[in-house]
């Protein structure tokens, strides 16, 4: 680590190379927020993806494209193409990543300004995508770049990612590369993510998730004689109650240590996605006149690290045979749809505690050490890609994800680029 005064010295030359960027960064975002790189389908991937790939290259960078062929959703219409930047260090520091994914969700209604011309107002950048999260990965760009024109000593390599697919889980983008070894030890140490999580914020882990549906079993009879059939539609109703007056107050007053933000997702949570029971009403909007013979649920269920996914399952499980055993003909069938665990990385790691120890420099104040209440990509970091030392940290507000009028305002992108090249160089500094 060099000495405090010549640490300084940097830090200061770094944060006026920063300022003076502060268009470049602007211009860099509204590049980005210009390929409308829609999820799903998956638009405008390849060319978005070219467009890092081609500056970073100019840049010194050794520049890869890796096309996850076969992930969900991958065709020659839609290449799900990630491109990953890599510039080795002067020696034998450690590696320091940055991953942005480039999908955005659909744009919704709502908006005032064209949500993909990239759009500067008042001090903010508007568009789909400019806070989840073009505006972080332009931070981050820019950060590098500063860090590298510096002239500082760099003994680690530095990476940059644009990777696809998160907003739909992921599997042809983090996931896709931590198969294949792109996000383990000792290529990559440390990963910062700049997912919207504000600008003081250092967001270490994230709750898990259960999907799974639930389908009632009926008997189809004639609408008019109920008493001959079976209410697929009725059994779901006992199974809903029953998730009223047990499961919801059980997971209410089930408390987690993850610092969750909001507090009200420091509990179990439980989301009743969809429900679907009985024929749909025909031309004319007539309804079928007949008993259902099938109710489907959907359940969002989020949980917290203390609790286990096997155990979130039995508990369902468990109340679901509670009726075979006490409601005459309940019959069921459930299927699991999707499932993340729990992660946090340690607030005291070293990605955790140099961002936190920038953060404190920029802005003058200690960061709040947060986790997330749905998933990101860090959970292929670290559950396929084995690497513990990862965060998310970017300069967008976290509320503003996915609504109509998304914006990131510039003087927190500029903020999060210095924190940002600041970690990254104390970082690099260490040793591998
Ligand atoms: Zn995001």
Redesign the pocket.
């Known amino acids: 680590m060099p000495n405090d005064i010549a640490a300084t010295d940097m830090a200061e030359s770094l944060f006026e190379v920063i300022d003076a960027r502060r268009d470049e960064l602007v211009a860099l975002t509204c590049e980005l927020i210009r390929f409308p790189t829609i999820n799903p389908p998956g638009e405008a991937y390849q060319p978005c993806a070219e467009f890092i790939g081609r500056r970073l290259q100019a840049r010194g960078f050794a520049v890869q494209y890796v096309r996850a062929l076969g992930a969900p959703g991958d065709s020659d219409n839609y290449p799900r193409i990630n491109v990953i930047a890599r510039r080795e260090g002067s020696g034998a520091g450690p590696c320091v990543h940055f991953n942005s ?1 480039i999908d955005v969700v659909q744009t919704g209604s709502g908006w005032t300004v064209d949500p993909f011309a990239g759009v500067v107002r008042d001090g903010k950048v508007f568009g789909r995508g400019a806070c ?2 073009k505006g972080g990965l332009a931070a981050s760009i820019i950060a590098v770049e500063a860090l590298i024109d510096s002239g500082a000593r760099l003994p680690g390599a530095l990476e940059i990612s644009g990777t696809v697919d ?2 739909s889980g992921g599997y042809g983008g983090v996931h896709h590369l931590a198969e294949r070894g792109w996000f383990s030890p000792p290529k990559v140490n440390h990963v910062i993510i700049p ?2 999580l504000n600008v003081d914020r250092v967001c270490i882990g994230h709750r898990g998730v259960w999907w799974a549906e639930i389908e009632t079993h009926g008997r189809i009879a004639h609408g008019s004689m109920p008493f001959l059939g079976d209410c697929a539609v009725r059994h779901m109703h006992a199974v809903i109650e029953r998730f009223e007056r047990e499961l919801y107050p059980k997971l209410a007053a089930r408390r987690t240590d993850m610092p969750v933000v909001p507090s009200g997702a420091r509990s179990s949570t439980l989301n009743i996605n969809s429900i679907h029971g009985g024929q749909a009403e025909q031309q004319g909007g007539y309804p079928a006149p007949c008993v259902p013979d099938s109710c489907r649920m959907v359940i969002d269920r989020r949980l917290l690290i203390e609790e286990s996914i096997d155990g979130v399952k039995a508990e369902v499980v468990e109340l679901l045979e509670q009726l075979v055993r006490e409601r005459a003909g309940f019959r069921y069938r459930l299927r699991d749809i999707f499932e993340v665990i729990p992660t946090m990385a340690d607030r005291n790691g070293p990605v955790a505690r140099h961002t936190a120890a920038a953060i404190l420099r920029v802005l003058g104040r200690a960061p709040e050490f947060i986790c997330s209440p749905g998933t ?1 990509d860090q959970k292929h970091i670290d559950r396929v890609g084995k690497l513990k030392d990862c965060i998310a940290y970017g300069p967008g507000i976290l509320d503003l ?1 996915h609504q109509p009028d998304e914006y990131v305002v510039i003087d927190d992108m500029v903020a999060s680029a210095k924190v940002m090249a600041l970690a990254a160089w104390s970082l690099v500094n260490q040793r591998a």
Request: glycine share 0%.
């Open positions: 994914h989840d999260m998160e907003e997912e919207p990101y994800a």
